[in-house]
């Protein structure tokens, strides 16, 4: 069967290549091994109720901002959201600390009265830094796109626009906090709404976007589903539960991929999934494969998480305005994943909207504990998991609900009326995202901004997702596609920013 292009994977990166190019009338083909489309966007249910797996909200689904757009532009159909206006709870050591949606620096000043110049002096800096990074006219460009030329421009300009992102946005936040504050507690509550080893603008766009985010009314699944939607009107095809096995590849040239069930599909080929699994499914005769992944091999990957899934009966306890819970120790801020364990990792809990038809209300904690956790979580060969596995993991799970009993009173645990985990080599397994990571590369300051190509050694094979700019989150990678698009569709005069610029000029 002969296609324009085959997509792997229908994670939103994949879906939206696959959608740029069915609207230029490209044949295209977005292949899925999963039973359901959006990678680690996609909903599931447990006990009649619905579970995201992890991603709590997202400014970006608001009107005007990327996913509407990129919706519109493909004429797939909006997807219905409504704004998050909760409030967070916060344990450091045990010691509870509140904050109110719609008042964040009054709720920290509030919070460290001995610290308010510092607190202060944080927002200040914070709320520069976002001036600054959406202070740009147009969209950029990749930066391994530019010439040299270009290269110094944009740093002289960059230096010159964006003075505070430059000096602090861009630099590990643990090494910018300890320049802000003596105070560990303040630094960890910072530190708490993603806490992970990340540059500072992350946590600097983490406090901008609370109060701001949007949740899609019918959970995230429906963000994928409007993409197949318009995949389909546009005359692109998507087949669930088909799983490549192999890349084909001819004279250095890409020609198509066989899956599971031994079928071939011919064509250009683009992966969603990581680059790790991509370039396993070329055969060793390949010489460029070697060359590719010698290129990856020294690159840290964002440490993955464990996600503590749990239904929630509010007639028993009820959480009242609240949006998250967080459970860290004042050193948390300097704390690497490789350190924690399940007695130690900070936990995260997302506090869901209820879906119309759940009986109860859906959490989720999510864990920073590595890939590599007690032997791999106790994974046979390949990554089997078996008996060991099943133990260690309701092991885990229990250390995890009695550190949050103990924190929220058993009256919050036994309005757990069920509970389940999943950890990063079940990530890993569903997504073919390496070791289960959910931001690709790491965003620590000596990995930020090194992004992959789009375009790799072999001929028309493709990469898209979080792992090739301009990087992580829900738009990001959907921006991957349009990026990845926007360069196919120039070899044949179409000038994919023009049209979508002028289709939004006057808007």
Not at 261 to 266: F, L, S
């Amino acid at each position: 069967m002969q296609y324009d292009y085959i997509i792997i994977g229908s994670g939103m990166g994949g879906l939206s290549v696959a959608n740029f190019l069915a609207k230029y009338n490209k044949k295209v083909l977005v292949l899925e091994k999963h039973n359901i489309p959006g990678g680690l966007v996609t909903s599931f249910s447990r006990k009649g109720v619905h579970f995201d797996l992890g991603i709590h909200g997202l400014y970006e689904l608001k009107e005007g901002q990327a996913i509407p757009q990129f919706m519109e532009f493909w004429n797939a159909p909006q997807v219905e959201a409504k704004p998050l206006g909760g409030d967070l709870k916060c344990f450091i050591d045990g010691k509870e600390y509140d904050f109110e949606h719609g008042n964040v620096r009054g709720s920290f000043l509030k919070q460290f009265p001995n610290s308010k110049n510092d607190v202060n002096r944080i927002f200040d800096i914070m709320e520069t830094i976002i001036t600054e990074m959406f202070s740009g006219t147009e969209a950029p460009e990749p930066p391994y796109d530019m010439n040299l030329f270009q290269l110094i421009k944009f740093g002289m300009n960059a230096k010159k626009q964006r003075p505070m992102f430059m000096k602090y946005g861009n630099k590990d936040a643990y090494k910018i906090l300890d320049l802000f504050t003596t105070s560990d507690e303040l630094k960890t509550i910072i530190y708490s709404k993603a806490p992970y080893p990340m540059v500072f603008m992350s946590f600097a766009y983490q406090w901008w976007v609370y109060g701001k985010n949007f949740y899609p009314v019918n959970g995230m699944q429906a963000i994928p589903d409007a993409a197949v939607k318009g995949l389909n009107h546009l005359g692109g095809e998507l087949k669930l539960n088909t799983e490549v096995t192999e890349i084909l590849v001819k004279d250095n040239q890409a020609y198509g991929v066989k899956t599971k069930d031994g079928t071939e599909y011919h064509g250009a080929v683009i992966s969603n999934a990581s680059p790790q699994f991509t370039y396993e499914w070329i055969s060793d005769k390949v010489a460029a494969k070697k060359k590719m992944k010698k290129a990856i091999s020294g690159r840290k990957i964002f440490e993955p998480v464990a996600a503590l899934f749990m239904s929630f009966d509010e007639d028993k306890y009820s959480l009242n305005n609240l949006e998250g819970i967080s459970i860290l120790a004042k050193k948390d801020y300097s704390k690497r994943t490789e350190e924690y364990t399940p007695e130690t990792a900070p936990i995260i809990i997302y506090i869901y909207p209820k879906r119309e038809g759940d009986e109860f209300r859906s959490l989720v904690a999510l864990v920073p504990i590595s890939y590599e956790y007690h032997n791999y979580w106790e994974t046979e060969d390949n990554r089997k998991r078996g008996e060991k596995y099943k133990t260690l993991k309701k092991e885990v799970e229990k250390i995890l609900m009695d550190r949050i009993g103990k924190h929220m009173g058993r009256d919050f645990v036994d309005a757990v009326s069920y509970h389940e985990l999943s950890s990063p080599v079940t990530y890993e397994r569903y997504t073919y995202s390496k070791n289960g990571s959910f931001m690709g590369w790491s965003v620590e300051q000596s990995q930020y901004g090194k992004y992959l190509k789009q375009r790799t050694d072999i001929k028309d094979l493709y990469l898209v997702g979080q792992w090739v700019f301009p990087g992580f989150g829900v738009a990001g990678v959907m921006a991957s596609g349009y990026y990845l698009a926007k360069e196919i569709l120039k070899r044949e005069g179409i000038d994919l920013k023009k049209d979508f610029t002028e289709y939004f000029k006057d808007r």
